[in-house]
């Protein structure tokens, strides 16, 4: 089977060719799909799409006139696909199902530390034999009250991992996973949540009900000074209010790995 894979970068050909086991010819183009380069996929059978991809219904309509009938995706979310129309078109649509969580809840507590420790700017400074310590102070993750939103695979993860900083931790989330209730997570509401955690985590995908959770009026409620990771969609924070508590200083620190804005950021490694 031919696949043509969009938003490629050299770890995708390397991966993908491995895996393919010569049932599947790959090919690849950095270009993201979009009105403008659906038209590639013409006669080719399936593709394979990722985050920044565009899978709604007018780009869903080229790929089926010409001849795709296999939308895969090497990711978990898949909040850009319009599901519904792909179903009316005949579209069969893939994701990856699970992969390690331990890899995503890891990075977390790494943005963590990086944002409290100041380990990037300690880095940069190093890089120019510069060794003061001025500003670059953390304090103790240990004692802190740490606040996880989404608590499935990943979420219980982190939760799992603060608990051994000797953190407490809250929870939120619309079902309660039995794992985390028996590690003495305790799940309270979003307000209370955002109001006594010191370090606030996203983990929930991107839906409509979760687009825009962090927004002007959830950031007014947290602490003063606290610390707000997001390694899961953009859309999660509204980025004019986060950049508004931001300026105005009621947020310590915020780690992102993902941005709502971020299709065209990225250097590309071809």
Do not use: W
């Not at 031919?2 to 393919?20: C, I, P």
């Not at 010409?66 to 179903?87: E, S």
């Not at 078109?89 to 890899?103: D, H, I, K, W």
């Amino acid at each position: 089977m031919q696949v043509l894979v969009y938003d490629a970068h050299s770890y995708d050909s390397e991966f993908l060719n491995a895996a393919g086991g010569g049932e599947y010819t790959f090919s690849y183009t950095a270009a993201t799909l979009d009105a403008q380069t659906a038209a590639l996929a013409r006669g080719r059978p399936a593709i394979c799409c990722y985050v920044n991809d565009d899978g709604s219904e007018p780009i869903l309509r080229q790929l089926a006139a010409g001849g795709t009938r296999l939308l895969t995706l090497r990711c978990t979310g898949f909040n850009n696909v319009d599901l519904a129309a792909a179903a009316r078109l005949g579209l069969t649509v893939m994701r990856v199902s699970a992969y390690s969580p331990y890899a995503v809840a890891e990075f977390a507590v790494g943005l963590l530390q990086t944002l409290n420790r100041k380990i990037h700017r300690a880095f940069n400074r190093t890089r120019e034999n510069n060794f003061r310590l001025a500003g670059l102070l953390g304090h103790d993750i240990h004692g802190k009250t740490v606040g996880v939103i989404g608590t499935g695979k990943i979420g219980a993860v982190f939760a799992r991992i603060m608990q051994g900083f000797g953190c407490t931790v809250l929870a939120y989330d619309v079902l309660q996973n039995p794992a985390c209730v028996a590690a003495d997570v305790r799940y309270t509401t979003l307000e209370e949540l955002l109001s006594v955690a010191d370090i606030v985590s996203l983990h929930v995908p991107l839906m409509p009900a979760t687009h825009h959770l962090i927004n002007a009026g959830t950031l007014a409620l947290m602490k003063p000074g606290a610390m707000l990771i997001n390694t899961s969609r953009g859309g999660l924070i509204d980025t004019e209010a986060l950049l508004d508590a931001l300026r105005a200083g009621r947020l310590g620190a915020v780690g992102l790995d993902v941005y709502e804005e971020e299709e065209g950021l990225f250097f590309r490694d071809l």
